[in-house]
C-alpha cells in the first residue's frame, strides 16, 4: 500500500515540475561537471535498484524518481513570469521579487539575481546566443542589469 502512495506523490509531484518546464523560454547552460554529477547520481539510482528491488513496484518507483530528478534538474531557466531555480523551497521567483541581475560574459553568460532586499537569490550560466533575449526579458520586466564584459 505504501507502494502506491510513493508513486502517486512522486508523480503528483513530476505533473507539477512539468508545468514548470512549460513555462521556460530560456533555458539554462549546464556545465560539464553537473552534467558528470547527475549521470553519476542516475546511475547510482540505476545501481541500487537492480540490486535491491525486490518486485516492479520497486523498479516503478525508482523510473518514477529518476524522471522526477531529471525533470527537477532541466527546470532551471527564465520564463515569462520569473526566474524558475531548484530549490528546497521556493522554486520560482516573479519579476516583481528580483530587483537586479549581474551578468557577467565570455563564452557563456554568468547571472547572478538579486531580491528586493539585495541577497543572491540564484546564479545561472545561459549560452551566449541568448544573449539578446535575456536582455530584452530583464529589461522588459523593469530589472536593473549590470553588465561586466569578461576578456
Known amino acids: 500500500m505504501i507502494n502506491y502512495f510513493v508513486i502517486l506523490m512522486l508523480l503528483i509531484l513530476l505533473a507539477k515540475q512539468i508545468t514548470f518546464i512549460r513555462k521556460i523560454q530560456i533555458r539554462t547552460k549546464k556545465s560539464t561537471f553537473e552534467i558528470g554529477v547527475f549521470s553519476v547520481a542516475l546511475i547510482a ?20 524518481g529518476a524522471s522526477f530528478l531529471l525533470i527537477n534538474w532541466m527546470k532551471q531557466g ?3 513570469s520569473g526566474l524558475l531555480i531548484v530549490s528546497r523551497g521556493k522554486e520560482e521567483y516573479t519579476w516583481r521579487e528580483i530587483s537586479s541581475a549581474k551578468i557577467k560574459t565570455s563564452d557563456k553568460i554568468n ?3 538579486f531580491n528586493t532586499s539585495g541577497r543572491r537569490i540564484a546564479s545561472h550560466s545561459y549560452d ?7 536582455m530584452k526579458l530583464l529589461r522588459y520586466n523593469k530589472v536593473k542589469v549590470d553588465v561586466i564584459k569578461s576578456v
Open 45 to 64: 539510482l540505476a545501481v541500487l535498484t537492480i540490486f535491491f528491488a525486490k518486485g516492479y513496484m520497486h523498479y516503478l518507483i525508482a523510473l518514477t
Open 78 to 80: 527564465l520564463a515569462s
Open 111 to 113: 547571472i547572478d539575481f
Open 128 to 134: 551566449m546566443k541568448y544573449y539578446k533575449d535575456l
